[in-house]
């Protein structure tokens, strides 16, 4: 039977070593990735405190003036802040739109070492140092381990996704152990002007790594995903959870058996202008950029050979990167 919403799966009993539970688990989160290419998971390990540190931290950020908030920005728009108007996520499937109405705050990795992987031509537009906001000033401390948790979440998540596809566990881990992932911070602004025909909040997209880790609030005008059979559906917040969704690198590595999702952020009804206002935090999990990402052996075979010419993940990136950022 088709999914009709976004499953929430408990990963706890995989990530506690539970021999019994590990393939019931990684039988869920397959069904989901084929499906829908989303679900929200349960049993992360996340402490609580920490993921309303980052609310709160992050709000205070976006509520300063924008002169401030723009002494934050970076030169290439990858860290740092990103005010309204300089991002329309339609242009990464080539659809001209306005650009998306919100603003948001990125951040790279972490304590980068300064050695020729990280800081040579190759890998350092990948490694470009972090832009901090000079206030709140507590905000640095707050992000970093903010990040290190989503890193070590999205590997855990990387050793189910290995046994439900049917490799070994440990086969990502030497495609993520450098890996470029970035952290954002999405701020959706009340909407007091009604959007331009075709603006949303952000427009159809699917994501570019191996998959997003998602935190959002219960706000009007919110996350939608596109099934496989064309109707868009509702995303709803859960406590204590995030929501994941299947990049495109991630449907080339298994020939499209996982489904890299279109998925959206609408506005919210012109009746309800005023506190609709919605804040999410988002991990986007990018592999080593010199990871090679072709068709894995459990997803190709006889009558179904690889569909993507095999690609490295900073060359897929830089493509999409650009094709989204609105020229000044």
């Given amino acids: 039977m088709t999914l009709r919403e976004v499953p ?35 049993g992360h390990g996340v402490p609580v405190d920490l993921v309303a540190d980052m609310y709160d931290v992050s709000r205070r950020f976006f509520e300063l003036p924008l002169p401030e908030k723009m002494r934050a920005r970076g030169e290439d728009r990858s860290r740092g802040y990103g005010a309204q108007g300089e991002e329309a996520l339609s242009y990464g499937l080539g659809k001209a739109a306005p ?25 350092a537009p990948h490694f470009v140092p972090n832009v901090w906001p000079e206030r709140p000033a507590e905000l640095p ?23 439900a596809l049917d490799v070994p566990e440990n086969f990502f ?23 331009l025909p075709g603006q949303l909040r952000a427009g159809e997209h699917t994501d570019y790594g191996t998959m997003t880790i998602l935190k959002i609030e219960d706000a009007p005008g919110g996350l939608q995903v596109r099934t496989r059979q064309g109707r868009w559906l509702d995303v709803g917040a859960v406590s204590d959870a995030f929501v994941v969704n299947i990049g495109d690198l991630m449907m080339h590595w298994t020939n499209d058996r996982w489904i890299s999702t279109l998925h959206r952020v609408v506005n919210p009804p012109r009746d309800a202008t005023l506190g609709t206002g919605r804040l999410s935090l988002a991990f986007f999990h990018q592999p080593n950029y010199d990871a090679l990402i072709e068709c894995l052996p459990s997803c190709q075979g006889p009558g179904n ?21 609105v020229a000044p």
């Fill in 8 to 42: 929430v799966i408990d990963v706890a009993p995989f990530l506690a070593e539970a021999p019994e539970e590990r393939r019931r688990v990684a039988a869920e989160v397959n069904r989901a990735c084929e499906e829908l290419g989303f679900l929200i998971v349960r």
């Fill in 99 to 123: 650009a998306d109405v919100k603003e948001g705050l990125y951040e790279g990795p972490m304590d980068v070492p300064d050695t020729p992987y990280f800081r040579g031509r190759e890998g």
């Fill in 141 to 163: 401390r707050i992000w970093r381990a903010y990040y290190r948790q989503m890193e070590r979440l999205a590997a855990d998540l990387m050793r189910v996704f290995a046994v």
């Fill in 173 to 195: 881990a030497d495609k993520i152990d450098k890996h470029a992932s970035r952290v954002r911070a999405i701020h959706y602004p009340d909407q007091r002007d009604a959007p």
């Fill in 305 to 325: 050979p690889a569909k993507h010419p095999p690609v490295t993940s900073g060359e897929h990136r830089n493509r999409k990167f650009a094709a989204t950022t």
